[in-house]
Each structure stands twice: as structure tokens, then as C-alpha cells.
């Protein structure tokens, strides 16, 4: 079975993101994730790079240490694209560096690829891109590209750090329209290749996502088979919504997923 984790944000009434990380290991998820923000006061916490000392970053680490899979999320507005390519991913430098104090082993940024067509853009892309696949092959982690596109560039470039991370429920956004071009989350699982660094898993209902497994229109069973064809061996980290799933829903995704993948479907 995949290591799965889940994303700390806030869960049920949980805002303290230690608190958080504490249920998640009580919980006995093998991997854990939170986002570089300081979140949002009074609604749900990360913790913030720029606010993080050297002491403080060793004690995170160690706080972490029991699990085998850490993920660190870029702020949801640090978007590598076209527009201000160079600031986000000066920003996305010192989020790498930052997760590899903490012994992280992946980090998620929002990306949104170039139009190949635009020889320019997709040039300074695969540069920029090549420039991130160093840092994060000094710092030990992986860098996972959020995307619902560009998959193919992405995969082509062949890097050994840098990567997709693939949101399931992304793929349904506007009546499914991400995953059209495609027809099956099983063929973007493929086109991704060895490319796919991570996944978030949550569901889609049709009206919102982040919803509890199981719930929603996402097809999992495409997906276990398509990650078992392409020999995927990385994580995969619940993302689910507090005010949309409760605790008790948390456990009974995590289950659900289980039996699942023991079925194979």
C-alpha cells in the first residue's frame, strides 16, 4: 500500500497546527502535510517559513521525524506561470530550503505550464524549472508541480527533483472540464509517467470539492489501476475541507481508500 497522509488546515475545531499534526500521528497516518502560511486567524494555521528560526526549524524537524512522508504546500498565491515567473520561484527557492530543514520530503507549488507554442515562455519554463530541480536535489525533497495541465512538458523535461503533483478533485473543477482533454484520470496518471511526484486526494460531488472519499464522482478505481500501470511508489496525502468533513470523515476516507486499493477498484 502507498503511504498516506493528511493535510494539516484545520481539523474539525483543531486550528493549532501542532494540535493538528498530533492527531494525524494519534491517528496513525504514516505521512503529514501543512501549509508554508501562517494561515488564517481564527480559521486554520500553517507554519510560516518567514517566522520560522533556525531553533525553531530543528525543533519542527524533530516534532516530524516520526513520519516517513512530509509535505510542505507553497502559498496557495505563489503561482509559477508566465506572469512573474522569477518572484515565484524565488519564493519557491526558499520554501525548498525551508522544508529541507525540516526533513520534509516533498513540497507542492501551484503551476500553470506555458503555451508550447510560445517558444520564448516554454524556453524560460524548462530553465526555470531545471534552476528549482537543483535546489531541491540540495535540499532533498521533491518538488511537485499542482497543475491540470501541461502535463506532457512537465514529464519531457525528464528532471529528477521536480515533478506533478496531481489534485484528483482538481481534475472535476467546472464540470469536469481539466479532465476532458484527457478522458480518464487513468490517462493523465500515464502521461505523467514517472513524472507523478505526489497526489492530493479528495473528492468532488459535482458542487464543491475537497469532500470526504467515497462521496463524490472522482473515479478512484480508475486511478489505483492507472498508479499500479505506471509502478507508482510515492504518497498520497488527504486534502479535505473541515467545514465539509468532519474527523470522523477523515478516517472513514483513509478506510475507504484502503479497501480500495485492496480490491484493486
Same mark, same amino acid.
Given at each position: 500500500m502507498w503511504p498516506m497522509g493528511m493535510m494539516a488546515w484545520r481539523i474539525g475545531e483543531i486550528r493549532d497546527? %501542532? #494540535?493538528?499534526? #498530533?492527531?494525524?500521528?494519534?491517528? =496513525?497516518? #504514516? =505521512?503529514? /502535510? *501543512?501549509?508554508a502560511s501562517p494561515g488564517v486567524p481564527g480559521e486554520w494555521e500553517g507554519i510560516d517559513p518567514y517566522a520560522t528560526g533556525r531553533g525553531a526549524r530543528a525543533q519542527w524537524k524533530k516534532a516530524l521525524s516520526h513520519f516517513p512522508l512530509i509535505e510542505v504546500h507553497a502559498p496557495v498565491n505563489c503561482v509559477l506561470r508566465e506572469e512573474g515567473l522569477g518572484a515565484a520561484a524565488d519564493e519557491v527557492i526558499y520554501i525548498l530550503a525551508f522544508a529541507g530543514d525540516l526533513g520534509a520530503t516533498v513540497v507542492t507549488a501551484h503551476a500553470k505550464p506555458p503555451d508550447p507554442e510560445r517558444k520564448r515562455s516554454a524556453w524560460l519554463w524548462g530553465d526555470t524549472l531545471e534552476r528549482l530541480n537543483g535546489v531541491a536535489a540540495v535540499n532533498g525533497v521533491t518538488l511537485g508541480l499542482e497543475v !491540470?495541465? $501541461? *502535463?506532457? +512538458?512537465?514529464? @519531457?523535461? $525528464?528532471? +529528477?527533483?521536480? =515533478? !506533478?503533483?496531481?489534485? !484528483? /478533485?482538481?481534475?472535476?473543477?467546472?464540470?469536469?472540464?481539466?479532465?476532458?482533454? *484527457?478522458?480518464?484520470?487513468? #490517462?493523465? &496518471?500515464? @502521461?505523467? $509517467? %514517472?513524472?507523478?511526484?505526489?497526489?492530493?486526494?479528495?473528492?468532488?460531488?459535482?458542487?464543491?470539492?475537497?469532500?470526504?472519499? $467515497?462521496?463524490? @464522482? !472522482?473515479? *478512484? /478505481?480508475?486511478?489505483? +489501476?492507472?498508479? @499500479?500501470? &505506471? /509502478?507508482y511508489e510515492k504518497g498520497l496525502m488527504l486534502e479535505l475541507n473541515p467545514d465539509r468533513c468532519p474527523p470522523e470523515g477523515i478516517l472513514r476516507s483513509r478506510a475507504w481508500a484502503r479497501e480500495r486499493e485492496r480490491i484493486g477498484g
Open positions: 497546527v %501542532r #494540535e493538528q499534526i #498530533e492527531w494525524i500521528r494519534d491517528a =496513525g497516518f #504514516e =505521512g503529514v /502535510g *501543512f501549509h !491540470v495541465e $501541461g *502535463f506532457d +512538458s512537465i514529464a @519531457r523535461l $525528464g528532471l +529528477s527533483n521536480v =515533478g !506533478v503533483t496531481l489534485d !484528483v /478533485g482538481h481534475m472535476y473543477h467546472d464540470d469536469a472540464r481539466p479532465l476532458r482533454p *484527457f478522458g480518464t484520470l487513468g #490517462e493523465v &496518471v500515464h @502521461r505523467c $509517467g %514517472r513524472a507523478l511526484a505526489h497526489l492530493h486526494l479528495h473528492d468532488h460531488n459535482g458542487a464543491a470539492d475537497h469532500v470526504e472519499l $467515497g462521496t463524490g @464522482r !472522482v473515479d *478512484f /478505481g480508475d486511478l489505483w +489501476s492507472a498508479l @499500479r500501470g &505506471v /509502478g
